[in-house]
C-alpha cells in the first residue's frame, strides 16, 4: 500500500497542502482577533483558530489520500496524548504541524509555515514544507532528493575556515539544564543564534543558507518533514550519541542536523562539552 502510495502522483499531497494553507491560514494571516489567540502552556506555547482549523482540513484530506493512514498533528496530541503513540504503529502516519512558527505568525510575520511527514514503522518517506506567505514549497521523498519550488536544492558544505551559521533553540523554550548543553555552541569557530520556526530553518539548511542546527526537544511535528529534507538534501543528523534522530522519541538530547557529515560532526563536539 505505501510503496504503491508513493510511486503514485504526490502533487496531490502537495495541492492538499497548499488548499488547507489557503482555507484556514492565510486568510487569517494579519487578521487574527485576540479570542482567536490561546495560550497552551504558558505565553511562549501560542495556538490560534488557523492552526486548529488547517489540522482539522489536512487531517480530513491526506486521510482520504492514503486510506488507511492516521495523523498525528500538534493540535491532535495536545487534546490526546495517546495520539502520539501511532508513531509506532503498523499504519502509515502523516505527521503534520499546522502552522510552525506560530509565534511569528501572531505577529504578522512571514516566517512561518505547514509541516507535513510521511511516515510508516518509524521511517520517514517523504516530507512537505510549506511556507504559504513566501509561497515557497520545499518537498523531500526517501531516496529521490529534495526540491524547492520544483528545482533540486543541495546543501553542500561550508568553506573549510568558515565560522558555522547554527540556530539552536530559542532560550524561551528551555530549561536551565538544557541551556547549559547547549553553552558548547558558545565557541571559537561557531555563531549561533535562538531559532525561529524550525521548518524554516530546516530548509535554510537544506538550501546552504545555514550550517546546522541543534535542538533540545523531539516533538516530530517540528522536525519530521525538516530531518528528511535535510537528508535528501545532502545533509547530515544525529542525536548528541551520535545515533541517528528518531521519530518515535527517547533520543539522546539535544541533537544536531547540517550541511554534512563533518559540520554534524563539529556542532556535536562542541554540545558534549557543554552537557
Not at 480530513?60 to 504503529?89: C, F, I, N, Q, T
Not at 519550488?149 to 543541495?154: S, V
Not at 550519541?241 to 528518531?246: D, L, N, T, V
Request: net charge negative; glycine share 10%; with cysteine.
Amino acid at each position: 500500500m505505501i510503496d504503491d502510495f508513493l510511486a503514485g502522483d504526490l502533487t496531490e499531497v502537495e495541492a492538499a497542502v497548499r488548499a488547507a494553507a489557503a482555507a484556514e491560514i492565510m486568510p487569517r494571516h494579519r487578521q487574527l482577533a485576540a479570542h482567536e489567540i490561546v495560550e497552551k502552556n504558558g505565553p511562549h506555547d501560542l495556538v490560534t483558530t488557523a492552526d486548529r482549523l488547517a489540522e482539522e482540513h489536512l487531517t480530513a484530506s491526506l486521510s482520504r489520500l492514503l486510506p488507511g493512514s492516521v495523523v498525528v498533528g500538534e493540535e491532535a496530541v495536545h487534546a490526546d496524548p495517546k495520539v502520539y503513540e501511532a508513531l509506532g504503529g503498523e499504519a502509515p502516519v502523516w505527521i503534520v504541524d499546522p502552522v510552525d512558527g506560530t509565534r511569528q505568525f501572531v505577529r504578522g510575520e512571514t516566517g512561518f509555515c505547514t509541516l507535513v511527514a510521511l511516515a510508516h514503522r518509524g521511517e520517514l518517506l517523504a516530507s512537505w514544507t510549506y511556507a504559504a506567505a513566501l509561497d515557497e514549497m520545499a518537498v523531500a521523498v526517501r531516496g529521490r532528493g529534495a526540491t524547492l519550488n520544483g528545482a533540486p536544492i543541495r546543501s553542500g558544505s561550508p568553506a573549510p575556515d568558515a565560522v558555522l551559521r547554527v540556530a539552536m533553540s530559542h532560550p524561551d523554550y528551555t530549561t536551565d539544564a538544557q541551556k547549559q548543553a547547549l553553552l558548547g555552541l558558545r565557541t571559537e569557530g561557531i555563531d549561533a543564534r535562538p531559532c525561529g520556526s524550525a521548518g524554516l530553518e530546516y530548509l535554510a539548511v537544506a538550501r546552504g543558507d545555514l550550517d546546522a542546527l541543534a535542538f533540545n526537544w523531539e516533538y516530530a511535528w517540528d522536525h519530521a518533514a525538516g530531518l528528511l529534507l535535510v537528508t535528501e538534501a545532502g545533509g547530515a543528523q544525529a542525536t548528541l550519541s551520535g545515533a541517528p534522530f528518531r521519530i518515535t522519541g527517547g533520543n539522546d538530547l539535544p541533537f544536531t542536523a547540517a550541511r554534512d557529515r563533518a559540520t554534524a560532526d563539529r556542532i556535536l563536539a562542541a554540545l558534549r562539552t557543554g552537557a
